[in-house]
């Protein structure tokens, strides 16, 4: 199986999204009511991608913003944001004594 292709800009990425999904530009752009003509432009890297048009081209497409940027640092963040709070929930755990459980009788003398 061949490694997924390198997308290094914006265009490309819009571009590999829109045929994963067996669309033509000209679906795309309807479905997201983007100008064909700026869909074009965009996916040719003649024309910057505002946040208004990659919002309506993520919502067509059914992805994050951040998979047409390239950049899906901040959920990456938020795991690791949270992998750093496991350790000390479960220190804090062990360390917590509840006392006998009332549900479980004494063992026999």
Do not use: C, F
């Amino acid at each position: 199986m061949a490694p997924p292709p390198i997308l290094n800009s914006t265009g490309a990425r819009i571009a590999h999204e829109r045929k994963t999904r067996h669309l033509t530009q000209r679906a795309l752009a309807d479905l997201s009511t983007v100008s064909y003509s700026t869909l074009t432009k965009i996916e040719q890297e003649r024309l910057p991608a505002s946040p208004s048009v990659l919002g309506a081209l993520a919502r067509a497409l059914s992805v994050p913003v951040t998979r047409l940027t390239g950049q899906p640092y901040l959920e990456e963040l938020r795991q690791d944001q949270l992998d750093g709070w496991i350790q000390p929930i479960r220190e804090a755990l062990n360390i917590y004594d509840l006392g006998p459980d009332p549900d479980v009788a004494p063992p026999l003398p």
